[in-house]
């Protein structure tokens, strides 16, 4: 299947249970509860963005957006197991920097659980750099890897 056949939209309150369901089968740490999930979507400073494929709802991600000259964050990144290796959750990360660079962010960044190698070669290849590592920073005590992304301003021809 490729990327192509795939479409990105905002998240609206009417995918939560989408989101929560796709949220408790990519993580078994850290989970987003309805309440969390529900104040991200519709509270929260952020973007929400989900993916489909062919009206499926099979991915999403949520990026945080303080208050420039603050960084974004990249908060949760999740793609169901049957459509991983795809793509997909490297065309959600594209979006989101069309998404910051649109909205005037300079950097962003995001933590990722130190043995979660596959993830991190998709962050490092979506330009990310690891610049510290936490220890114990999952509630399950497992480190993390901070990891940051300087956008490139794009300028509209």
């Not at 987003?32 to 709802?57: D, F, P, S, T």
């Not at 990249?74 to 959750?89: C, D, I, N, W």
């Amino acid at each position: 299947m490729p990327v192509e056949q795939c479409s990105i939209r905002p998240a609206q309150i009417g995918d939560l249970n989408h989101l929560l369901s796709i949220e408790h089968d990519s993580f078994t740490t850290d989970l987003l509860n309805r309440r969390q999930m529900r104040y991200l979507l519709i509270k929260a400073k952020a973007c929400c963005l989900l993916l489909e494929v062919q009206g499926v709802i099979v991915g999403y991600g949520i990026c945080l957006t303080p208050k420039l000259p603050r960084p974004a964050r990249l908060y949760s990144l999740a793609v169901r197991q049957e459509y991983r290796g795809k793509g997909l959750a490297r065309a959600l990360i594209e979006a989101f920097k069309k998404y910051l660079n649109c909205n005037n962010y300079k950097y962003w960044q995001l933590e990722v659980v130190i043995n979660n190698h596959s993830a991190q070669k998709l962050y490092k290849d979506s330009g990310f750099e690891i610049k510290a590592q936490l220890p114990g920073y999952y509630e399950n005590g497992c480190d993390a890897l901070r990891m940051v992304c300087v956008l490139v301003a794009t300028e509209e021809v």
